[in-house]
């Protein structure tokens, strides 16, 4: 894991802002805190975070508002945490642009290995090979540097959610072959959400309208195959 790891912890209960602190702490990240929404949208536009871990039940604005106006000026990856069984509003955090859920009462270990997961996947490299030689992926419009992160579409680049920009790369790579709702869940989210697959849906449907913005014939090569689900068509 890279060195000075900035995390923001948004939690209106003391005792869970600490508890998480702590564990992280020990993991060797820095972390601050912010105890309400207002809050904590002042410390994410001041600050550069490299993940933020949100609640979603805040009083005044919850988790779900701060979340949709962090993603309408940073990428930074976000962990939410929900109560248990509020499956309508996990849903409406990936719409908004949430990368993963932990569900309350959560244990902290668990918490602590879904950050270190989404910060491995979401992290450039740094090493000189990599800076030497960049991993490139190019098709028809769409060029994605897989050691920057970073997508242009006929030369503009697309600001993508980790999630969003996992997705594209796993359906890139694997060109013309159809992914069932449950195999992305496995293979992108790399655990099981059950009874979430419409989570798939939403970061299709936010994927397709940012590649569009751009290109519609880019976005039209994420085809839904229905009655399975989806894969990537290179279309003449």
Same mark, same amino acid.
């Given at each position: 894991?890279?060195?000075? /790891?900035?995390?923001?912890?948004?939690?209106?209960?003391?005792r869970?802002?600490?508890?998480v602190?702590?564990y &992280?702490?020990?993991? *060797?990240?820095?972390?601050?805190?912010?105890?309400?929404?207002?809050?904590?949208?002042?410390?994410?536009?001041?600050?550069?975070?490299?993940?933020?871990v949100?609640?979603?039940?805040?009083?005044?604005?919850?988790?779900r508002?701060?979340?949709?106006?962090?993603?309408?000026? +940073?990428?930074?990856?976000?962990?939410m945490?929900?109560?248990?069984?509020d499956?309508?509003?996990?849903? #409406?955090?990936f719409?908004? *642009?949430?990368d993963?859920?932990?569900? %309350?009462p959560? +244990?902290?270990?668990?918490?602590?290995?879904?950050?270190?997961?989404?910060?491995?996947?979401?992290?450039?490299?740094?090493?000189?090979? #990599?800076?030497?030689?960049?991993?490139?992926? +190019?098709t028809h419009? &769409?060029?994605?540097?897989?050691?920057? $992160?970073?997508?242009l579409?006929?030369g503009?680049?697309?600001?993508?959610t980790?999630?969003?920009?996992?997705?594209?790369?796993?359906?890139?790579? $694997?060109?013309?072959?159809?992914?069932?709702?449950?195999?992305?869940?496995?293979?992108?989210?790399?655990?099981?959400?059950f009874?979430?697959?419409?989570t798939?849906?939403?970061? @299709?449907? $936010?994927?397709?309208?940012? &590649?569009?913005?751009?290109s519609? %014939?880019?976005?039209?090569?994420? /085809?839904? @195959?229905?009655? @399975?689900?989806?894969?990537?068509? @290179?279309?003449?």
């Amino acid at each position: 894991m890279e060195p000075n /790891v900035r995390i923001l912890v948004v939690d209106d209960e003391e005792r869970i802002r600490k508890l998480v602190r702590m564990y &992280l702490e020990r993991n *060797g990240f820095q972390v601050e805190e912010a105890e309400d929404g207002q809050q904590a949208l002042e410390m994410a536009f001041a600050n550069e975070y490299d993940l933020i871990v949100l609640d979603l039940m805040l009083p005044g604005m919850d988790g779900r508002k701060v979340c949709e106006e962090i993603r309408k000026k +940073s990428d930074v990856p976000v962990i939410m945490l929900t109560a248990a069984g509020d499956e309508s509003s996990r849903i #409406h955090g990936f719409e908004l *642009g949430a990368d993963d859920y932990v569900v %309350k009462p959560f +244990s902290p270990r668990e918490l602590v290995m879904r950050v270190k997961a989404l910060l491995k996947r979401t992290q450039p490299k740094h090493d000189a090979a #990599h800076q030497e030689i960049a991993h490139v992926l +190019s098709t028809h419009g &769409l060029t994605i540097n897989m050691d920057s $992160r970073k997508v242009l579409v006929e030369g503009e680049e697309v600001s993508l959610t980790p999630k969003e920009y996992e997705l594209l790369c796993y359906l890139v790579q $694997r060109p013309d072959k159809v992914f069932s709702r449950e195999e992305l869940l496995r293979d992108v989210w790399n655990y099981q959400f059950f009874g979430d697959q419409r989570t798939v849906d939403t970061h @299709v449907k $936010r994927l397709r309208e940012k &590649l569009g913005r751009y290109s519609e %014939k880019v976005a039209e090569m994420i /085809v839904t @195959v229905w009655g @399975v689900g989806y894969k990537f068509e @290179v279309r003449e």
